[in-house]
């Protein structure tokens, strides 16, 4: 009897893992636990060294400080995460579970960097991307009869948008959404637009922080009013809780916020009563 090959599934969050355990798939999944639109993305091939600085700068989140959860624990996780995905014989089978945001589609910029550096041959990879910012349980009962099958000039564009993105280019990931079709990463021009965006300008702000500023100027001083209108300038959402709470700390910290009993203002304005 010929033997079924090994499926890995990789998906981004624990909420999509428990609708992917609905569904009783063939195979492993592997949750892919990282955040790369913050802090350091090291310009270097060697992804030990890479995995050292993610680490050192991940132990600095407080829910990870507050949980025991030190830089050599998270190295090791990450180190699982990047062996996982490249330890994957030829005969065996990646699908790739994914939504629209930033936040996913820079994750999946890294897993096919990552593939593209292997120098054995590489397993069958499949992609399904979501038409929203967050994968539905119909998502994963349909998607894997229209996943897309993802063959090395997409893992060559992906590998490129990576490095734009990991060195900090923003003019470059823009004129690569214009020049790559991407064809089969539906959701990857759009993302690299945004990734732009994202990287801080001459004054060192992201959009992002600059419409966080421009929610303050607007009388939207608790977090709960920032965090919830920040989604209305995306059409893909992609900002946690926690992350939007660095982001503020972080605006804080420069003085271009000011945090008095739990509401921000600009400098110099008046606190709500």
Same mark, same amino acid.
């Given at each position: 009897?010929?033997?079924?090959?090994?499926? &890995?599934?990789?998906?981004?969050?624990?909420?999509?893992?428990?609708?992917?355990?609905?569904? !009783?798939?063939?195979?492993?999944?592997?949750?892919?636990?990282?955040?790369?639109?913050?802090? $350091?993305? $090291?310009?270097?091939?060697?992804?030990?060294?890479?995995?050292?600085?993610?680490?050192?700068?991940?132990? *600095?989140?407080?829910?990870?400080?507050?949980? *025991?959860?030190?830089?050599?624990?998270?190295?090791?996780?990450?180190?699982?995460?990047? +062996?996982?995905?490249?330890?994957?014989?030829?005969?065996? +089978?990646?699908?790739?579970?994914?939504?629209?945001?930033?936040?996913?589609?820079?994750?999946?910029?890294?897993?096919?960097?990552?593939?593209?550096?292997?120098? =054995?041959?590489?397993?069958?990879? %499949?992609?399904?991307?979501?038409?929203? !910012?967050? &994968?539905?349980?119909?998502?994963?009962?349909? *998607?894997?009869?229209?996943? &897309?099958?993802?063959?090395?000039?997409?893992?060559? =564009?992906?590998?490129?948008?990576?490095?734009? %993105?990991?060195?900090?280019?923003?003019?470059?990931?823009?004129?690569?959404?214009?020049?790559?079709?991407?064809?089969?990463?539906?959701?990857?021009?759009? =993302?690299?637009?945004?990734?732009?965006?994202?990287?801080?300008?001459?004054?060192?702000?992201?959009?992002?922080?600059?419409?966080?500023?421009?929610?303050?100027? =607007?009388?939207?001083?608790?977090?709960?009013?920032?965090?919830? #209108? &920040?989604?209305?300038? +995306?059409?893909? $959402?992609?900002? #946690?809780?926690?992350?939007?709470?660095?982001?503020?700390?972080?605006?804080?910290?420069?003085?271009?916020?000011?945090?008095?009993?739990?509401?921000?203002?600009?400098?110099?304005?008046?606190?709500?009563?």
């Amino acid at each position: 009897m010929e033997q079924s090959p090994f499926i &890995l599934h990789i998906l981004n969050g624990d909420f999509a893992l428990k609708l992917w355990e609905q569904c !009783n798939f063939q195979g492993q999944s592997l949750v892919w636990k990282e955040t790369y639109l913050e802090g $350091p993305l $090291p310009e270097t091939d060697d992804p030990a060294l890479f995995r050292q600085a993610r680490a050192q700068f991940l132990s *600095g989140f407080t829910e990870l400080a507050a949980a *025991g959860i030190d830089s050599c624990r998270l190295y090791h996780h990450l180190q699982q995460m990047d +062996e996982t995905v490249l330890s994957l014989s030829s005969d065996s +089978e990646l699908m790739l579970w994914f939504d629209r945001c930033i936040f996913d589609q820079t994750i999946l910029m890294r897993i096919l960097y990552l593939l593209k550096q292997q120098k =054995a041959p590489l397993p069958r990879i %499949f992609l399904y991307c979501s038409e929203s !910012n967050c &994968l539905k349980l119909d998502d994963f009962k349909l *998607g894997y009869e229209q996943k &897309l099958r993802l063959l090395p000039e997409d893992l060559d =564009a992906a590998a490129r948008a990576w490095h734009f %993105f990991q060195t900090r280019d923003a003019r470059n990931l823009r004129q690569l959404a214009k020049q790559e079709k991407f064809t089969t990463l539906p959701a990857m021009k759009q =993302a690299l637009l945004r990734c732009a965006d994202e990287i801080p300008d001459s004054d060192g702000l992201t959009r992002t922080q600059y419409q966080i500023l421009q929610l303050v100027a =607007a009388k939207k001083s608790s977090f709960k009013e920032i965090f919830t #209108g &920040l989604d209305k300038f +995306e059409e893909y $959402p992609f900002l #946690g809780d926690t992350a939007c709470q660095r982001y503020l700390d972080a605006l804080v910290s420069k003085g271009l916020l000011i945090c008095e009993q739990e509401y921000y203002s600009l400098p110099n304005s008046s606190f709500p009563a």
